[in-house]
């Protein structure tokens, strides 16, 4: 396991490698709702058009949705906080991609802090492609306090914002506020939602595309 990186030796015995506890958690990630991930995932690819210019934060759904991107568009320039996320798109010889500097969650993978910030300042985007940990009739919001000031400022740079959340995130409140819902264009989750609390949020006026 030491020669495989997943482990190193240490007196007494071995320890998990960064690199292992990372990936752990984001395969615990991906394992989890994969099949509505990848469906919503599919369906935010399908309103990207071929030359858009993209804000994508981190997430596991937002990751599936750049490999969904990188097979089906071309001519893409993406900027985003997400390591993953950049890993995947910056093999597209077609897509200019450009991973905010700053510092980082190294457990969720993410850059953050007043860097990021100033540097998505600097540009103006098509669409946002956001993943959230929360989302009900009071707004959108994420467990990571650090990320909240990165998702508002991609929010409030692009024309048409996007939130990609499955069923499980809809009707749930998270530590820290994003924004409210007349802010966000269009959300997509799948049809395992509770009717109950989609109801609350389609009475916002929000507009929701259930896959």
């Not at 394992?31 to 369906?43: P, V």
Request: with cysteine.
């Amino acid at each position: 396991m030491q020669e495989d990186g997943l482990v190193e030796r240490v007196q007494g015995g071995a320890v998990p490698t960064v690199i292992n506890l990372y990936n752990r958690e984001f395969m615990r990630r991906k394992r989890m709702f994969t099949e509505q991930k990848r469906a919503i995932a599919l369906a935010a690819a399908d309103l990207v058009e071929d030359g858009d210019t993209l804000f994508i934060n981190g997430g596991s759904t937002t990751y599936f949705a750049a490999l969904m991107l990188r097979k089906a568009r071309k001519n893409l320039s993406v900027v985003t906080n997400s390591v993953s996320v950049a890993t995947e798109l910056g093999t597209s010889p077609t897509f200019t991609v450009i991973l905010v500097g700053g510092q980082i969650n190294s457990y969720c993978s993410f850059t953050y802090g007043s860097q990021a910030l100033n540097q998505l300042q600097q540009y103006h985007v098509n669409k946002t492609i956001l993943s959230i940990d929360g989302v009900n009739e009071n707004g959108v919001t994420t467990i990571h306090p650090e990320e909240s000031e990165v998702a508002k400022a991609m929010i409030e740079n692009a024309q048409h914002n996007i939130i990609i959340a499955d069923s499980s995130k809809i009707g749930k409140d998270g530590f820290c506020n994003i924004c409210r819902l007349p802010d966000v264009d269009l959300l997509i989750t799948d049809r395992n939602v509770n009717s109950a609390d989609l109801e609350k949020i389609v009475s916002s006026g929000i507009n929701i595309k259930l896959v």
